[in-house]
């Protein structure tokens, strides 16, 4: 799967792109620790991620001033944040945990994590990223908040 994965990145942008992993792995490399909480009350204690900031990726493109949301996709699941945020320093385009390569099963090659999310925003097998000025509702957040009674 790895071998001809792409991120596609695309709207309001100056250059839109489909980067290769090799493309990704070719940005600096960060890495971060937290507690990765899910909406359903388990949490995973000190989990290590490597990747590279979604900011650098987004450097590449050139979002546009009018930019002001994100939107993390895996077919028709999606995540929306606020620009500002996901450009924030810890919040990263993960392709390993605890030193190893993201597995298929882990949401690789590559998933977006970050230390304030719910799990259900971390966007396994992510394959786009559109920039915008509208805000769209995210599916992930209606799908995890039915899961524990408080949706739809």
């Known amino acids: ?31 971060i620790t937290f507690d990765f909480r899910c909406v359903e009350g388990w949490v995973i204690e000190n989990s290590e991620w490597q990747g590279v900031r979604v900011r650098d990726v987004l450097s590449l493109a050139k979002p546009l001033s009018n930019a002001k949301y994100s939107i993390f996709k895996s077919g028709d699941y999606t995540i929306t944040l606020e620009l500002n945020k996901a450009l924030n320093d810890n919040v ?3 392709y390993a945990y605890k030193g190893e390569l993201l ?15 719910q799990c259900y925003e971390s966007v396994k097998w992510l394959s786009e990223i559109e920039i915008t000025d509208k805000y769209r509702e995210s599916t992930g957040k209606r799908i995890a908040l039915s899961r524990i009674g408080k949706g739809p």
Do not use: C, H
């Open 1 to 31: 799967m790895a071998s001809n994965w792409s991120l596609k990145i695309y709207g309001l942008v100056e250059k839109q792109l489909n980067l290769s992993l090799d493309d990704i792995r070719k940005l600096p490399v960060v890495t």
């Open 103 to 117: 597995t298929e099963k882990r949401g690789g090659p590559v998933r977006l994590v970050f230390p304030f999310q």
């Open 92 to 94: 990263i385009l993960a």
